[in-house]
């Protein structure tokens, strides 16, 4: 195994001393720029990194942020939203030389628990923190922990365990922010103009913030086009496509079934268009389907998914830039990503004549 260069590796080669090396990779003063700059030059030609635990030790920063996804495992294999949200996170990050250190846990407990090591170890300079709860322990505990974060989705204030949340966020705290109930509005707006009047939302979790407000927002729109909660309404599932795939199903096989589905997401969105071929529901023909997040699924699909088009990956660098801000000394802040628009495409139709009243 190769050994790591070390400060007297560069010191020999660069021919200073190694206080010299100290003091010219830790940007203090004791040494010319020129011998600065040949000093650095050296570090990169050996390919020195510092040392984290040192440095946390020492009490400089790590380099790193943290991602942490409690969710299940089986959901994520296939879900497209939270690869091109790292992705546009790596991007910055990336640009700024800082790490992202990404752990995958079973459940919010566990999530806090990764906090609190990290916290502990010093491994991190701030975190980044997905699917906001409707009852979420995390925003006060990183407040207690003085823990730099961004929450990517509109959170309760630290303190606030009860349902709904938002408002400015408060001490280390940032958001970055998606408008759901303008996304809502324009698949319904869409939906009721083709004439459909019975629409059923197949959810995601029923315990995360962006659930329940799109949920709301479906109510809230229905009843603003005269639709009662036996006409337009919400199921709950866990994103995956086997959840999504049983709850068509059971809807479709209702007396009164709905004309159009609106799915949380792309895969579950897929799953219901195969269960409506594989129950002979023709889609647009009999059946409308819009998916909350675009993708290559929903485009090579037949016949190819409506969609809200959105920019996720820059969602993912809204929230990466809004935290290495707070790093630099910034106060945290709130950031509302770019509005997503609804792309019409052959799954949406007029409902049958006879299907509506």
Request: net charge negative; aromatic share 4%.
């Amino acid at each position: 195994m190769a050994r790591r260069p070390t400060i007297k590796d560069i010191a020999r080669q660069a021919g200073v001393s190694e206080s010299a090396v100290s003091f010219a990779l830790n940007d203090r003063p004791g040494v010319s720029q020129d011998t600065r700059a040949r000093i650095r030059r050296v570090a990169e030609e050996l390919g020195w990194q510092p040392n984290s635990a040192a440095r946390a030790l020492s009490g400089e920063r790590s380099g790193a942020v943290g991602l942490v996804l409690a969710r299940p495992a089986h959901t994520l294999g296939v879900e497209s939203f939270f690869l091109q949200l790292v992705s546009g996170i790596q991007e910055v990050l990336s640009a700024a030389r800082t790490a992202l250190l990404f752990q995958v846990v079973e459940d919010i407990d566990a999530e806090c628990a990764v906090y609190r090591r990290w916290w502990a170890e010093r491994r991190v300079d701030g975190v980044l923190v997905v699917d906001p709860r409707t009852s979420d322990p995390r925003p006060a505990l990183l407040e207690q922990l003085a823990l730099p974060a961004v929450t990517i989705g509109e959170a309760a204030p630290a303190g606030d365990t009860g349902a709904g949340g938002g408002g400015a966020p408060s001490g280390t705290l940032s958001s970055v922010r998606a408008d759901d109930a303008r996304a809502m509005a324009q698949v319904l707006d869409h939906l009721h103009e083709l004439g459909h009047r019975r629409v059923t939302h197949i959810a995601g979790l029923p315990g995360l913030a962006h659930t329940v407000r799109r949920m709301e927002s479906l109510r809230t729109e229905a009843a603003r086009r005269g639709l009662g909660p036996d006409q337009v309404r919400s199921v709950v599932t866990d994103y995956s496509d086997a959840e999504g795939a049983d709850a068509t199903r059971r809807v479709l096989a209702e007396p009164l079934p709905p004309t159009a589905l609106v799915y949380d997401n792309d895969v579950m969105a897929v799953a219901g268009s195969a269960v409506a071929a594989e129950l002979g529901i023709p889609v647009p023909g009999r059946l409308s389907i819009v998916a909350w997040d675009d993708s290559a699924l929903c485009r090579v699909t037949h016949p190819r998914l409506t969609a809200l088009v959105r920019d996720t990956a820059g969602f993912g660098r809204l929230a990466a830039e809004e935290l290495l801000a707070v790093l630099a000394g910034s106060p945290p802040g709130v950031r509302i990503s770019e509005q997503p628009r609804l792309e019409p495409r052959e799954s949406t139709a007029p409902p049958p004549a006879h299907t509506e009243s």
